[in-house]
Each structure stands twice: as structure tokens, then as C-alpha cells.
């Protein structure tokens, strides 16, 4: 069971990561869209720590955290992230496609909900191979509307696959919110529809989505089959670099979920230690993109290679 | 050499690779169970049990994505769709996700994945039953895509496209799964990326792939022509070395394929054969290929819009007398 320090070691070292990523995309030094997860840390933080290294994880383009969460070296991730020739994926990816097969990290992805299946079919190969890896696969509200999701709720369930569906909802698919693109709100009742076990927990606590999470892995081990997982949460800025985030949700909304925040929550009950933490998080992550900063651009010829094995 | 069906063919190949590597299995809708609607999964289940050969939903966006999951788990796995049409629901998985993998790794992870499927028409099957796709998928690197045209090449290329570290799109054609032809019996294998002179000749050459190899020998009967007939097998990779030398021979180009001509494979062989051996040709390349409508249901609409024999005869008029 992890402690406090732990989960919040983390989620400050997340945050650090991303205000250092905001400050290179305002300054133009950041190619690409930014999709941040400010406010929702403690999903990836209480979720990955349930998984085993070679479990399989599959995650959204603002998946960061939990590849972080994970295990993923920060460096190879930043450079990645940077499009560096020496990064996770050669430069070739970028931060909405990380792949990491030692760490089971089957790809961020570019697609709302398109790396569900891939989760759904690692799952299958340890079914067929009658292996204990699980694999989660993480996504927000808006990804229940989509159909490729629909099909693979229903094989995790027809199979048993050992998957969890680790739903972050934080409320808004983008800049709609729930109640103006769900015929019904209700996530795990449309799930169960399914046939599949659901749970649903305080996606600001790190602990309780550990709970939840673990819980899930440990049923999926044993053959019991599939879970979706709510996590309620809150995107706490927009949904990218340009969205203030402002235009649809009220300033008391987003104050009142502020306060919510899984980090500060956490700095109440950690105290004095958790100053030194997050000191020690921001250098280590400063350090670790100026490092990247220095690091070589791809070679253009790169360009062409790797299009087949 | 033994006489087999298209489709026993095919079986034989899968039985093959199910046998040479526990990791290949199969997933695909009516496959186990019922033994495929084209029987080319007859008897597998039986052999191989039904976590080897895996009968899925009507649900072709999500076992196509499970397959690039299962291969990215360690696994090779052969995805059966039952129609080519059918792909078009899996577009996001096929193209966005498995097709790019690889490279957007930057080589940290190989998907070996093959997608069998049927495609083609002659047969009624209207619009959503009858077409050939195969250049939709040439649009998008990282996928190999190959159209067999006879039983032996079918089991050789079903097994290099399992054994191929890469995805690769198999194509065989419903006019063909019942045509019979000597097979190598045992261990048979047929590298991607080489084309077949299916005859020699001199006057021109001509290109071409899947069922319109039968067209074309078929157009070429009785009409004395000295045609270079080759058979493709395999677009992407494709076999430039072979057409390069067979055009430096002949000076006369034609390519004919079933699907449509817009932005197809004869608009893409046309333009490199123009290119790079211009100085070569004796007269303006032709292409015979399907008319730029949808597939009508009626016979006499059919025969209007796909190539057949007489429209192949008149195309290598064209090429050999303008």
C-alpha cells in the first residue's frame, strides 16, 4: 500500500512537468497542441500504483501522468515530449503517442477512445495465454459515446477479459458537458448494461482510486473479468494550451473545485514534509527539461525510416 | 503438388502457421464455430481449440482493435473480416492506430498483425458487398497489402503475411475461392513483394492483380497478341524492379485492376512508369479498371461499370494501335 508521500510525490511531480511544459508552449518552444490534467492528478497517481510494471496500460492524450505514474523515465519522456531525436520515440511520436513496451505502455493516443481496443486486445492475449497481466486502459466521459468503445465493452465482458476501464469524469467531453452529450448520466448504469462489474470513487483521492483500482486488478487476475471504474473528478484548466476554460463553466465552479484539489488536500495531511517534496519534484523536473532542451533534433533523414519493421 | 480449392488453399496456409508458432491465432466473425462463410476457417477450431480461433461479434472496429492490442502483447494474430466493405467501420483502428504504430514508436514496438479479407464483385452483390478497396489502404504507410490471384500463391502469401513483423492486409477475391490449382503440398511460402510473370511476351506489358489476371488471360485468348502478362501479388510492397525491366522490354504499358480508376493503382503505377522511364514508351500507358460509380446490383449495370474481357480487348487495342 503506498503512503501519502508517495501519491504525493507524483502528483507534484506532474504538476511540476506540466507548468514547465506551459511555459514552453507560451514561449513558442513547444510544438503542438497541450492538453493538461491540473486537478485530476490523483487518478494516475492511485491508479498506476495498483499496476504491476508489465501489466499493459493504454491512456489518452493527456495521458502523462499515468505514463509517468508508471514508471517511464522522465527524461526519455520530456525529450519525447520535445521531439527530440533522443526521446522515448525518437521524436517520432510526441506526447500523444508514447510508447513503452518495458513498462507495458501501449500507446497514448491521438484518438478519443482509440487505443481501448488495444487495451481490450492485450487483455485477450493473456486470456488466450493464460497469464495473470491485466491491462487498464483510461479514458474521460466523452468516450462512452463512442461506438468502438461500445464493442469493446461488450467482448471484456463476453471473454472475461482481465481489463479495467478506468473512466476519468471529470464532467465535460472537451468543452459539452455531461448532461448536453449523455442520454444517460448515469456512466455505470450504461456500462453494467454490459455486463460488467462497476465501482465508482472520489477520483480527487489518490488512496480511494488505489482502492478501487486495486480491487479491479486483483478480479481480473483471478479470471473474474472486467471493471469499469468512475473516478469523479475535475479538469481544473481547459481542455488545451488555447481553451481558458472559462467560456463554459462558472468561476464558482471552478473555485469551488480548486479547493478540491488533490494536492493541496494532501499537503493538509502530510504537513511540514511536503514542502521538501515538492521543492525536490520541481528541481528534478526543472533540471530534467533543461536537460532536454540541449538535447539534439532528429536527423531529417529519420524522417523515412521505420515505417515497417 | 496438390490440387486444392482457393480456400483450401488458404486453410492450409493458416494450418501451416497455426502449427509452425503457438502465438498465431485467429479472431473473426463466424469463424470457429461455423467455420468461416467461405469455409476458409473449416475445421480449424476443431484442431486448434477455441482460444486459438476466436469467434467474435459482428463488432469490426473492436476486434481489429484487439488484434493490434494481442500483437503488441506478444501475440501474431489473424484478424478475419468477412467482407473487404466491412473494413470501412474499422477505418480509425486499422488506419489511425495499427498502420502507424510502429513508426510512431519509433520502432519500440512492431505490430505483426494480418487482416484476411474478401473482396470483389461479378457476382450481385450490390454496392456494399462488391468492392474492391485495396487502394484506400495504399494510401496509408506502415500497411503491406497483397491480392492473391491462385490457390498456390494464396497459402505462399497468407504465410509471409503472418510470419511479416508488420501489418499486412491479404485480399482474396470471391470469384476466385472456388477455382481449383496445384499447391505445393508441406511448407510453401511466397515472399511479399514479388511478382509473377504470369506469361512472357513482347508487344506490351501488362499489370495487373487478383481476379483481372483471369480477365486478362481471358481478353489475350485467340487474339495473337505477344503479351508480358504480371501478376503483382503483392502492391505494397510493390515489385518495381519487375515492371521497370518488363517496360524497358516491351515500351508498352497497361494496368488493370477491379477497382476504381480514380487515384488507383494504375494512376499510381502510370505515374511512376512515366517518370522514370518515359524515354522507354512507345505509346501512352493504358489503364482498364472499374468505371467511377458504385457497384450496381443488376447484371447488365454490373457489366458496364466492372472491366471484363471485352473491355481488357479494346484496352490493349488502344495501347498497341492508339
Known amino acids: 500500500m503506498p503512503q501519502a508521500e508517495d501519491f504525493y510525490r507524483q502528483m507534484v511531480r506532474l504538476r511540476a512537468v506540466e507548468n514547465e511544459l506551459t511555459k514552453l508552449s507560451q514561449t513558442g518552444q513547444l510544438r503542438g497542441s497541450l492538453h493538461l490534467c491540473q486537478g485530476q492528478e490523483a487518478v494516475p497517481a492511485g491508479a498506476c500504483a495498483a499496476l504491476r510494471k508489465d501489466d499493459y496500460l493504454t491512456c489518452t492524450y493527456r495521458g502523462h501522468g499515468y505514463v509517468l505514474a508508471k514508471g517511464l523515465d522522465l527524461d526519455l519522456v520530456l525529450r519525447e515530449i520535445l521531439g527530440k531525436a533522443s526521446g522515448l520515440c525518437k521524436g517520432k511520436g510526441g506526447k500523444m503517442h508514447l510508447f513503452d513496451p518495458e513498462f507495458g505502455l501501449l500507446g497514448t493516443n491521438g484518438i478519443v477512445g482509440g487505443g481501448v481496443g488495444t487495451a481490450v486486445g492485450a487483455a485477450l492475449a493473456s486470456w488466450i495465454d493464460g497469464k495473470d497481466q491485466v491491462a487498464l486502459t483510461v479514458f474521460g466521459d466523452g468516450t462512452l459515446n463512442q461506438g468502438h468503445v461500445s464493442e469493446c465493452f461488450n467482448m471484456a465482458a463476453l471473454y472475461k477479459l482481465p481489463v479495467i476501464f478506468l473512466c476519468e469524469n471529470n464532467l465535460y467531453a472537451e468543452m459539452t458537458p455531461l448532461e448536453r452529450s449523455h442520454g444517460n448520466t448515469d456512466l455505470c448504469a450504461r456500462v453494467a448494461g454490459f455486463g460488467i462489474k462497476t465501482d465508482k470513487c472520489d477520483g480527487n483521492d489518490p488512496f480511494l482510486v488505489y482502492d478501487a483500482v486495486h480491487k479491479a486488478v486483483e478480479r481480473a487476475r483471478k479470471g473474474e473479468g472486467p471493471t469499469f471504474i468512475e473516478a469523479m473528478t475535475y479538469r481544473t484548466i481547459g481542455h488545451y494550451q488555447a481553451d481558458p476554460g472559462t467560456q463554459y463553466r462558472t468561476p464558482e465552479e471552478i473555485a469551488q473545485w480548486k479547493e478540491k484539489s488533490p494536492i493541496s488536500k494532501l499537503e493538509k495531511v502530510i504537513g511540514n514534509a511536503a514542502e521538501a517534496i515538492r521543492e525536490e519534484e520541481e528541481n528534478r523536473v526543472s533540471e530534467a527539461m533543461q536537460s532536454a532542451l540541449k538535447q539534439p533534433d532528429p536527423s531529417p533523414t529519420h524522417a523515412l525510416t521505420e515505417v515497417f519493421a | ?322
Not at chain 2, 129 to 145: D, R
Not at chain 2, 233 to 261: C, F, G, Y
Not at chain 2, 275 to 290: H, M, R
Open chain 2, 1 to 322: 503438388m496438390s490440387e486444392m480449392t482457393f480456400v483450401q488453399a488458404i486453410n492450409s496456409g493458416l494450418r501451416q502457421e497455426l502449427d509452425r508458432d503457438t502465438d498465431v491465432f485467429l479472431m473473426g466473425e463466424d469463424i470457429a464455430h461455423y467455420g468461416g462463410m467461405f469455409r476458409v476457417t473449416e475445421g480449424l477450431m476443431d484442431a486448434y481449440g477455441d482460444k486459438r480461433i476466436v469467434d467474435t461479434p459482428i463488432s469490426e472496429s473492436g476486434f481489429i482493435g484487439m488484434a493490434l492490442g494481442a500483437a503488441l502483447a506478444g501475440k501474431r494474430p489473424v484478424a478475419e473480416l468477412m467482407f473487404i466493405d466491412f473494413s470501412l467501420v474499422a477505418m480509425d483502428q486499422v488506419h489511425n492506430q495499427i498502420a502507424k504504430t510502429h513508426y510512431m514508436s519509433g520502432g519500440r514496438v512492431k505490430v505483426p498483425l494480418t487482416i484476411i479479407t474478401q473482396g470483389g464483385g461479378y457476382k450481385g452483390a450490390a454496392a456494399q458487398h462488391s468492392q474492391m478497396l485495396e487502394a484506400l489502404f495504399l494510401q496509408v504507410p506502415g500497411i503491406k497489402v497483397v491480392c492473391p490471384s491462385n490457390p498456390a500463391d494464396a497459402k505462399g502469401l497468407v504465410a509471409a503475411a503472418i510470419r511479416d513483423d508488420n501489418p499486412v492486409l491479404f485480399i482474396e477475391h470471391k470469384q476466385l475461392l472456388g477455382v481449383k490449382g496445384e499447391v505445393p503440398e508441406g511448407e510453401h511460402f511466397v515472399p511479399l513483394g514479388e511478382a509473377k510473370v504470369v506469361r512472357s511476351g513482347s508487344e506490351l506489358s501488362i499489370f495487373t492483380y487478383s481476379y483481372c489476371v483471369t480477365l486478362v488471360e481471358q481478353a489475350l485468348e485467340g487474339t495473337g497478341v505477344d503479351a508480358e502478362i504480371f501478376d503483382l501479388r503483392s502492391l505494397n510492397p510493390l515489385d518495381w524492379p519487375a515492371i521497370a525491366t518488363s517496360v524497358k522490354k516491351t515500351h508498352r504499358a497497361l494496368i488493370v485492376h477491379e477497382s476504381h480508376q480514380r487515384c488507383g493503382v494504375g494512376v499510381d503505377l502510370a505515374a511512376q512508369i512515366q517518370q522514370k522511364l518515359f524515354d522507354e514508351l512507345d505509346a501512352p500507358i493504358g489503364i482498364c479498371a472499374a468505371a467511377d460509380t458504385p457497384i450496381p446490383f443488376a447484371k447488365p449495370l454490373e457489366d458496364v461499370v466492372l472491366p471484363s474481357p471485352e473491355r481488357i480487348k479494346l484496352a490493349i487495342e488502344q495501347v498497341l494501335h492508339g
